[in-house]
Each structure stands twice: as structure tokens, then as C-alpha cells.
């Protein structure tokens, strides 16, 4: 037997497993489901279990199951804390999705209904907000940019970017933002999430808003490393068989 053919089977050998190991390795990762709330199985008044508030001091109100504003003939969850209810998860990165149903009421004293992602510092990475007449917004630099006017249900979605801080923004199945910057992204970019926060009221006195269908799922693309370098000495012992050969 030619002392090449050896040479020869162990590159291709390395070269295959070597490819194989990468097609796999680039695969996306199976979403992991971080939050899933909907509020069927709780009594209502009942507790919606893991959430907190913010400032307890000041009010200690958070998350109940109601039946009073009904989505689909089911349950819902109702907030009226206007300082704020947090919910904190184990810090993730990546692709990070929200998605969710609202129903904040009108009326001239309801105010504010607020939706943030909590940052591993921190800091609230800002995504989407209602005031009492019925008008949604996003924000930059702070301040509320209008985007629409809608009352009812209405079901937002977020994708969020860890690694820039940029967040895409939909609205009823329609895209509103895409890779927007609140004007945070410098400071939040590469903070992992690790938490949602949310209000309903105004000067520091919550009114009724209510949600339904909370899912928080990780969707992050993640690469094997080892894969990769395979891929190297893989073509790299192709080319050494085929020149030995040649020569």
C-alpha cells in the first residue's frame, strides 16, 4: 500500500469530522424559556408567585389574578403599582425575547403603564410605555416618542441584543423599531438581562393595568469554539496529503 493512502484517509478522516463538528456546533441553540406566565390556573386575587415590588416601603401592591378585564374568557394579571413590581431571573445573554398582551385602562388619572428589562447592574434597558390618552411610546434620551394611539388588548413583542444594547420593537404583529437605540446602548452593551420591571399609575399612585401571556425566552446562537479549530487541521492535512502525493 502507497504510504500516502494512510496520510491520505487520516486527513479526509479529520477534515469530515472536523466540518461535521461545525455544521453542528453552528446550529442554533434550543431556545430557553426563562419566564411563561399566564394566570388560568391562580384564584383570583391570588398572588402571581415571583414577583416583587420596588419599593416596598412605599407600596407593597404587586401582581394579582383578576377576572375583571378578560383576555379570551381566561384570567389575567392585574398591576397597580405605580413605583414599580419586578420580577429577577438568573442573568442571560444573547438574543433576548419578550412578548406579552397589555390592556392598560384610560382614563385621566390611569397614567403611566411601563415596561423595562432589568440590566445586571441595574439599570433599566427601556422599551415600551402608555400614558392615560391612550398613546404608546418608545423612548430616546429619556423621553417618550410616540409611535401609536390604541386602546384595548394589544400584543407587543421585544427582541433584545445584550451584546448591543439595541432592541427590536413590534406591535400587534407590526414592526415599529428595529436595532433601536434608547441612547443607553454605549452603557448597556454587553450587560446580561436578569430581571423585568414594570408600572401602572402616576405620582406615585398606582392604577389598574393589565397583562396576559408573559413569555421570556433566551434565543441565543452560540458557536462551538472547539469545532472551529477542528475545521483548521482538517483542510490544513487535505493540502499536506495532496501536495506529499503530488510530489
Not at 2 to 8: A, G, M, Q
Not at 76 to 97: C, H, M, W, Y
Not at 209 to 236: K, R
Request: proline letters at 5%; glycine letters at 12%.
Amino acid at each position: 500500500m502507497s504510504p500516502i493512502l494512510p496520510s491520505l484517509a487520516k486527513a479526509l478522516s479529520l477534515g469530515v469530522v472536523a466540518v461535521s463538528l461545525c455544521l453542528g456546533g453552528a446550529a442554533k441553540a434550543a431556545p430557553v424559556v426563562i419566564v411563561d406566565e399566564n394566570y388560568n390556573s391562580l384564584g383570583v386575587g391570588q398572588t402571581v408567585p415571583g414577583w416583587t415590588a420596588h419599593q416596598p416601603q412605599f407600596d407593597t401592591t404587586v401582581p394579582v389574578a383578576s377576572n375583571t378585564v378578560m383576555l379570551d374568557g381566561s384570567n389575567t394579571a392585574l398591576i397597580q403599582n405605580d413605583r414599580g413590581v419586578e420580577k429577577f431571573f438568573a442573568p442571560v445573554s444573547g438574543k433576548i425575547s419578550l412578548s406579552f398582551d397589555a390592556h392598560p385602562l384610560t382614563g385621566s388619572s390611569d397614567g403611566n403603564f411601563v415596561v423595562n428589562f432589568i440590566t445586571s447592574t441595574g439599570s433599566h434597558a427601556n422599551l415600551v410605555r402608555k400614558n392615560e390618552s391612550d398613546n404608546w411610546f418608545y423612548t430616546f434620551n429619556g423621553q417618550p416618542t410616540f409611535f401609536a394611539s390604541v386602546t384595548g388588548w394589544h400584543h407587543i413583542d421585544v427582541d433584545y441584543y445584550t451584546d448591543t444594547g439595541l432592541y427590536d420593537l413590534s406591535l400587534d404583529g407590526n414592526q415599529i423599531l428595529a436595532n433601536y437605540d434608547t441612547g443607553a446602548a454605549a452603557l448597556q452593551a454587553g450587560l446580561a438581562i436578569e430581571g423585568i420591571w414594570m408600572n401602572s399609575g402616576r405620582g406615585g399612585a398606582g392604577k389598574p393595568s393589565y397583562i396576559d401571556n408573559l413569555v421570556i425566552t433566551q434565543m441565543a446562537t452560540v458557536p462551538e469554539p472547539g469545532a472551529l479549530a477542528l475545521f483548521g487541521p482538517g483542510l490544513a492535512g487535505l493540502g499536506y496529503a495532496r501536495r506529499k502525493r503530488a510530489a
